[in-house]
């Protein structure tokens, strides 16, 4: 998930003109859909704190979340319960929070770190689709 290297700085700025070792990544600003739910409890058989979910179902609809492996998932599960202990009243786990959060992309200056960005969903016909092959052969014969 994370990338090497120092925050990207604007065109202007930039000291070394070489070309950045990792381009942006272009996400369509569009809710994930394809996210796991949590768990009805947590692995200590206690119920989610409600700004937990709350939070689970901010986070899995991320629109970047579609990039996600399966590894990707479990380490927010993980974070998940660490939310439920700060969430829970544990100010300890706020740090842990936070680094996790980080890592995810939730907030926007954590997105720029990752060098994430969000840009405008295009229209459907822009979108790249498969052509059926009868489709094609049909056009070809006309």
Same mark, same amino acid.
């Given at each position: 998930?994370? @990338? ?6 604007? =065109? ?9 070792? #990792? ?40 629109? #970047? ?19 439920? #202990?700060? #969430?829970?009243? =544990? ?41 059926? @092959? ?9």
């Amino acid at each position: 998930m994370a @990338i090497v290297g120092r925050k990207p700085k604007p =065109e202007d700025q930039r000291r070394n003109q070489n070309k950045p070792r #990792h381009d942006w990544i272009e996400v369509e600003r569009r809710s994930y859909r394809g996210g796991p739910n949590l768990p009805d409890t947590q692995p200590t058989g206690l119920p989610w704190p409600d700004r937990t979910k709350d939070w689970w179902a901010i986070v899995r609809r991320m629109p #970047h979340a579609r990039l996600w492996t399966k590894a990707d998932w479990g380490f927010a599960l993980d974070t998940a319960l660490v939310a439920a #202990h700060f #969430h829970g009243g =544990e100010l300890g786990a706020a740090v842990e929070l936070r680094q996790r959060e980080k890592i995810l992309g939730t907030t926007m200056d954590a997105r720029r770190d990752l060098r994430i960005r969000y840009i405008e969903p295009r229209p459907e016909e822009e979108r790249a689709g498969v052509t059926a @092959i009868a489709d094609y052969r049909k056009a070809l014969e006309e």
